[in-house]
C-alpha cells in the first residue's frame, strides 16, 4: 500500500469536527457512489514509469480525484491546486493527508492532457456509465437525441486566416472550430451530441464535432441499439428511419417536419407536441453541462481538449444525475456498501 495515502494524526484530529459542510456531503455522496478502483486502473495506462526508471508518476488516486473536483467546482487548474491546499473537504476526497504535499498545478496539467490526448477520458466516461447500468438505474424505454452548440471564445477565421495558419500554426488560435447558422444567427465554435436514456436523463452516448456539420450525422453514434423507442427534434427527422422504426418494430418519437407545399397535419403537430414533452428531458442534462460544470464556453484551442471537457461534464452529470435517480428507485445501494 503507497504509504502516501495513509491518514496523518493531523488527519485523525481534524476529522473529529462536528460540523459538515454541503460540500463535504456533496463529495462525501460522490465518494461513495462511485467504485473508483477501475478508474484509477485508466489513469495508471498513462504511466510512462518503466523498468529503467523515469519521475515516477504522482497516485492515480489523487489526480483522478483532482481531475473530478476540477469539473464538479469548475476550478483551473492552479486553482485546484490551491484549494487542495487550503480545503480539508478536497484533501479528504482526493485522499491526500495533510503530511503529504499537494502537487503543482502543471502535474494536473500534464495529467489530464495525458488522458485526452489518448480518448481515455471517453473510457472514464463508459466506465461509469457500466456502474450505473450495474446499479439498475438505465431504463431502456427509450433514447433522446439532441445537439447543442458550445460557442468558442476565438474569432471566427476567415479564409485567408486558416490558410496562414496551415502554413504557420499557432498554438493560441482554435483552428478547430468552425461555424453554423441556426435561427438566422452565425455561431461560432462546437456542438456537444448526446443520446439520453429517457425517463432516467442519464447520457448513454456522446459524440463531439465542429458546429458547422449537421445534427443527424452523428445519429448512429448516440443510440445503443437496445432501446425501445428514439426521440429527437427535426432536424433527424428522416424517412428512411421512420421505414426502419416499422421493420424493425421499435416506437419512432423523431418530430415530423412540415415540408415545401405539405405542410402538418393537425394530428402531427397533436403528436409533435405529446413527443416534445419527452424529447425535452435532454435541456436538463445540458443545463448542467454549460452551467453547473462549466461549458458555457469552449475554452481550450483544440477539438481533442474541448472533447474531454465535454466528456468530463458528462460522467459530472451522470454521477450526480444517478445519485439523486437512485434515491427514487428500491434497492439501490452506494459501491462502497457492495
Known amino acids: 500500500m503507497d504509504k502516501r495515502h495513509q491518514l496523518s494524526i493531523l488527519d485523525q484530529w481534524a476529522s473529529n469536527s462536528t460540523q459538515v459542510s454541503r460540500s463535504t456531503k456533496r463529495l462525501q455522496e460522490i465518494d461513495e457512489w462511485i467504485d473508483w478502483e477501475p478508474l484509477y486502473e485508466i489513469g495508471r495506462r498513462i504511466d510512462k514509469t518503466g523498468p529503467k526508471g523515469g519521475q515516477p508518476c504522482k497516485p492515480v488516486r489523487w489526480m483522478i480525484r483532482g481531475l473530478f473536483l476540477q469539473y464538479l467546482y469548475q476550478l483551473s487548474d492552479p486553482q ?112 456537444g451530441h448526446i443520446g439520453v436514456d429517457a425517463g432516467s436523463k442519464l447520457i448513454r452516448k456522446i459524440a463531439f464535432t465542429p458546429a458547422a456539420p449537421h445534427d443527424s450525422t452523428v445519429l448512429e453514434d448516440l443510440v445503443c441499439e437496445d432501446e425501445r423507442s428514439l426521440f429527437g427534434d427535426k432536424a433527424y427527422d428522416r424517412d428512411s428511419l421512420k421505414q426502419m422504426a416499422r421493420d424493425d418494430g421499435w416506437y419512432y418519437g423523431i418530430l415530423d417536419k412540415g415540408k415545401r407545399n405539405d405542410p402538418l397535419s393537425s394530428s402531427q403537430k397533436k403528436r409533435n407536441k405529446r413527443h416534445q414533452q419527452v424529447r425535452s428531458q435532454v435541456e436538463h442534462p445540458f443545463a448542467s453541462i454549460k452551467d453547473r460544470y462549466g461549458l458555457r464556453w469552449a475554452k481550450a484551442k483544440t477539438k481533442v481538449r474541448n472533447k474531454a471537457r465535454f466528456v468530463m461534464a458528462s460522467i459530472c452529470w451522470n454521477i450526480e444525475r444517478g445519485i439523486t435517480w437512485s434515491k427514487k428507485q428500491k434497492n439501490i445501494t452506494p459501491a462502497r456498501a457492495t
Open 80 to 191: 485546484l491546486e490551491d484549494h487542495l491546499i487550503d480545503r480539508l473537504s478536497f484533501r479528504r476526497f482526493a485522499g491526500l493527508p495533510l503530511d503529504q504535499t499537494v502537487p503543482d498545478f502543471t502535474t494536473f496539467w500534464r495529467f489530464r492532457e495525458a488522458l485526452a490526448s489518448e480518448d481515455l477520458v471517453e473510457e472514464l466516461f463508459e466506465e461509469i456509465t457500466d456502474q450505473l447500468d450495474a446499479k439498475g438505474l438505465l431504463l431502456r424505454q427509450g433514447t433522446v437525441v439532441d445537439a447543442t452548440i458550445i460557442d468558442s471564445v476565438n474569432r471566427p477565421l476567415s479564409d485567408k486566416k486558416r490558410e496562414q495558419l496551415d502554413a504557420d500554426p499557432s498554438p493560441q488560435i482554435d483552428t478547430d472550430a468552425n461555424s453554423t447558422k441556426k435561427g438566422g444567427t452565425y455561431y461560432f465554435g462546437y456542438k
